[in-house]
């Protein structure tokens, strides 16, 4: 097992309209997640996945996300793109394991195809109980709740926090690991994650994307805008 238990995977990623995209920054920021006390990473693109393979050999679970407006499954689609991010040295490969329409292979037969022509763990992100079931059924190394409140099914949960129970609920009917990923923000969520079962928990957002950190301070300083600095010392 690739993934330790217990372990803390930190997200970095940053999309192309981030002042921190690409692999210099991404690289600096798993070198900063490995001296805090991180034990695997999660990385898009094969030059962001090679950047950090350079300097760590540490789990990298890669992914490679191909936008399009006719499919809403953009996580490493097909087998072409996981094979790229397994050249660039992912041990483990996340695609998207939901039903939804995708212009590639089935999921049943890509996480056969990449496990068996690949040689590399399939890291299965998914939004529910049954789609989890299935795509541990289908032969995934790890199940993860990464799309629960990002599909049209549980677009409900999105601004309710992490799905706890989706984890409880994996860990009680599936026999590979269950990992917690999608809106952890805080310590303790993460310990709330591993209360419920997990196997390991991804961060991401909360740890290696400023820009919205600061978002969040600065909306909390929003109602003092303008009061001027009467009082201050």
Known sequence: MLIPKGALVVSCQARADN??????????????????????FRANGAEDVAAIRALSTMPIIGIDKVFDDDFPVYITPDFAHA?????AGADIIGIDATPRRRNGEPVETLIRR????LGREVFADI???EEGQAAAAHGA?????????????????????????????LVQTVSV?????????????????????????????AITNPREITRKFA??????????NAGAP
Request: charged residues 20%.
């Open 114 to 117: 990449i496990r068996d022509e």
């Open 141 to 169: 190394t790890y199940v993860a709740t990464t799309l629960s409140g990002y599909t049209d099914a549980t677009a409900a949960l999105k601004g309710k926090g992490p799905d706890l129970d989706l984890i409880e609920a």
């Open 177 to 205: 690991p269950v990992v917690a990923e999608g809106r952890f923000d805080t310590p303790d969520l993460v310990a709330a994650a591993f209360a419920r079962g997990a196997h390991a928990v991804v961060v991401g957002t």
């Open 83 to 87: 094979a790229r991010i397994a050249q």
């Open 127 to 129: 939004s529910t109980l």
């Open 219 to 228: 909306q909390a300083a929003e109602p003092w805008a303008g009061e001027g």
């Open 19 to 40: 002042p921190l995209h690409g692999p210099i920054f991404m690289s600096a920021m798993a070198r900063a997640a490995a001296a805090g006390g991180a034990k695997g």
